[in-house]
């Protein structure tokens, strides 16, 4: 298993308005299992990790709440967008 395997198979919702105590218990033991799982091994380890990783999702949600909004990509905005073109094309030499 590769550390990014998890993204290909992670659930199609991220919900960036609220933090829940079942977010936090997931992302703590999928650190825990990325990185090393005989850190389970503690009895208070949920309890120690988790206001370091509410941080760290708060933080990521800040991050996907200020992403630019979303190109639609077709023959029409191809054309109709400048951006659109300019991300995408290749500089000609």
Same mark, same amino acid.
């Given at each position: ?35 090393? $799982?005989?850190?389970?091994? $503690? $009895?208070?380890l949920h309890k120690r990790l988790a206001p370091s990783v ?13 992403? $630019?909004?979303?190109?639609?990509m077709s023959t029409g905005t191809w054309s109709a967008d ?11 030499t």
């Amino acid at each position: 298993m590769g550390i990014l395997d998890w993204f290909k198979h992670r659930a199609g919702h991220f919900d960036t308005d609220r933090l829940s105590e079942e977010m936090v218990r997931w992302a703590v033991d999928k650190a825990v299992e990325l990185t090393n $799982p005989r850190l389970k091994l $503690p $009895p208070n380890l949920h309890k120690r990790l988790a206001p370091s990783v509410e941080t760290t999702i708060r933080f990521l949600q800040g991050l996907v709440k200020s992403l $630019p909004a979303v190109r639609r990509m077709s023959t029409g905005t191809w054309s109709a967008d400048a951006a659109l073109r300019a991300f995408l094309s290749r500089r000609r030499t």
